[in-house]
């Protein structure tokens, strides 16, 4: 680099901020734009509806950063006073821009103008009308961006920021710079690793940015370090140092998006030309839920979900058959939960995240099993068929078949049982071979849930240090497949 590099500030404006009414989101969305258009983010300052704080703010970012860019406080309210500010910095004042307000009165029809509206067509006397354009249209926008010199002030709502800023980022791209960027992930602790990522930062300077970031959360790793770098040469030597650098077998293969590539991976897998029994059962499961799925519409069908590992990994194999066979738009997913009555708050809040990820339609029942699966039919007559995570080592479950009727006593539903023949290990397999998100208790030493009453961590993972502290190993390194349930009081 260097001559060509373009940067920016930050200034996201308004009281209820401030006063922590509104969570700023609108930097965040900023700072991820601007980085991929080539442009280095240096500051993000929050500052309330404040005339001087505008002014000086506005100011100092003006003379600092290529661009200046402002969210927020451009409303027809009292308190909204961005165009005042800006106005301020620059030394000049506001007055009705002619064109605006014919902008104002097309957009929003001449009798619904009032005063208060008018008052967003006073900008700086000096401002600029910043059009966008449609990327597949071609068509301008209606509504303009009013800018100042570097400065360029966006609303705050977010939605209308974002589209704003998507219409009109050719403004602010860097022609010359690329940022080509890596993720390593790391499952040794932040502090353990720290003086060797110390060390390769320091030998690469500012040729390549190097971050650490923790994650005490994760299943799969503890740090994510990022490498920034405008040289696709000098970040891969940055990378193999750091490989080379932390202890052989920590650096993880990561998988970012699982729900994205499920199909891609998943197929993959049932592809392949390797006929162990992870292979053979992932086959097996796919071709199951494939045939369900032409017996059955995704409306006819939902899957029965309770935030176990069986049913976890069974949603991502259902997500990835209907990714393949609808690629164009996955139909929403219907999800049956019947909540326990005392069920883990780490399920209650993996079956919520759950349902985001994978976009469920979650029919949320709670109590008995029985009685509700009689109020689903009540009430989503349309549902025939439920997939299920059983396995036959679960209780009552050894006669049953790919697809079984419920029992005649119980409301009749076609259950579909994909990973009847499954065991315990292969489950492990599949959900971290694809990085998959599971509930955290199975990292605590849980190996099959139920209720906060009838379940306990697996005393076979039990570890009791020298101190007579017990702590518990996660559930994939169970070694006996037999002892899954032994947490279990039923
Ligand atoms: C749709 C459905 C039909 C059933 N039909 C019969 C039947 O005909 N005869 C019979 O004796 N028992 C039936 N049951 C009860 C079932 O056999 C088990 O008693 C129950 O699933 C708990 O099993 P588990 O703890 O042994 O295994 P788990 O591993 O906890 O459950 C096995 C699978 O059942 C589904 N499931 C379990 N609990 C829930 C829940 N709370 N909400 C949504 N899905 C859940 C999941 O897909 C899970 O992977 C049915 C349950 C369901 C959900
Ligand atoms: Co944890
Ligand atoms: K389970
Ligand atoms: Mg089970």
Redesign the pocket.
Known sequence: MDGNRVTAGIIIVGDEILKGQTQDTNSHFLCRRLFALGVEVKRVSVIGDDLDDIATEVLEFSRNYTHVITSGGVGPTHDDMTFEGVAKAFSTSTAPHPELVQVLKDYFGPDNLDSAMMKMAQIPSTAKLQYGVHKTTGERTKYPLVSVNNVYMFPGVPSLMERAFVLLEDLFRNPDVTFHTEELYINRTESSIAQEIKTVADQFGKSVVIGSYPDLHNSYYQVKISLESTSQDQLNKASVQIKSSVPAGSVVPFEKDPVGTAAEHVYDIVNSKVDDTFHTSVRHAVSIIEQALDKYTLKDMC????G?????L?LHLFHAVVQKKYPDEIGKLQ??????RLPFPEVELFVQQACKRYNLELIR?EGR??E??AA?KDGHPNIKA??????KT????DHLDSF????A???Q?M?VNP?LNWTYETVWTFLRTLCLPYCSLYDHGYT???SMNNTHPNPSLQIVDSNGIVSYKPAYQLLDNGNE?DG?N?
């Open positions: 899957l029965g979900f309770n176990g590992k069986d049913c976890t069974l999800a049956l939960y019947i909540r326990s029942y099993i029985k509700n699966l689903l439920v997939l299920m995570g059983t396995r679960d209780p009552y479950s079984s009727m419920t029992d006593d119980w409301p539903f259950r990973i099959s849930l139920g349930r279990r039923v």
